[in-house]
């Protein structure tokens, strides 16, 4: 059985991947059936197309894959312009949340927005992330779950889809489900004007056509790193197909 273990790897090396990496290919092949729901999006925890990692040479850390990647979803929300505003449900999942393991493929999101394109998107998550690693090395043991939180005590510059402020809690010792809301736009100073975090932003590379599919990339197959005694998940390549 899995059990919690703090990680003590920097899990801001995470969130860096989230806010710094590029979201490419975001346009989506057209849904000619006339079948609803209109919009599909999938998650998936193998690298996209073009997609690729290379370990950075940090003294003493090994890498390694993820045998599953979870992420607790709350909503999805997207928008017409680039700063975000007037932001469309997508499809909302309850109060309590649902774990999705990208490594399993599944479908993230679906909902029947109108038909037309969208230059920004909007994931509502908790910023308490968790991973197994694909098998045992260095500090890192197969079937172990181990969890990190992205967003913790003493920040406070994130605000949610309609610009309240969300203040962060909790360590890597102690995990705290904040509700925290991941930015991908076309126009990252556009978002920032209107009061948008830099550190939640995501440039996108290209917009999203209702109706169709998309799927969100986490690669996973250098996601884990370890020093030798702790184990935590870092820097996945991040895309949108």
Known sequence: ???????????????AALVALTLAGCDSAANTSGDSPALVVYGSG??????SFRAPPDSGVTWGGAG???IKLYALYISASTDCSSPVLVQDLGAAGVDRDFMTNPVLFEGTPASGT?????????????????STFGGCVLGTEYSGDIYRDGESDWVDVNLASVT?????EVGVDDRVTIFMTRDTAAAVARGISSNQLVQL???????????FHMDAS????TDGVHCGIEKPVVSFQ
Do not use: E, W
């Open 168 to 172: 962060g809690h909790g360590t890597d």
């Open 205 to 215: 590379q290209s917009s999203l056509i209702v109706p169709g599919q998309s799927t």
């Open 222 to 225: 250098n996601a884990v790193a």
């Open 1 to 15: 059985m899995s059990r919690s273990q703090r990680v003590t790897l920097s899990t801001a090396g995470l969130l």
């Open 68 to 70: 599953s990647l979870t």
């Open 46 to 51: 193998g690298p996209a197309t073009g997609a």
């Open 118 to 134: 969208y230059q920004c998107l909007m994931l509502k998550m908790s910023d308490v992330l968790r991973m197994t690693p694909s």
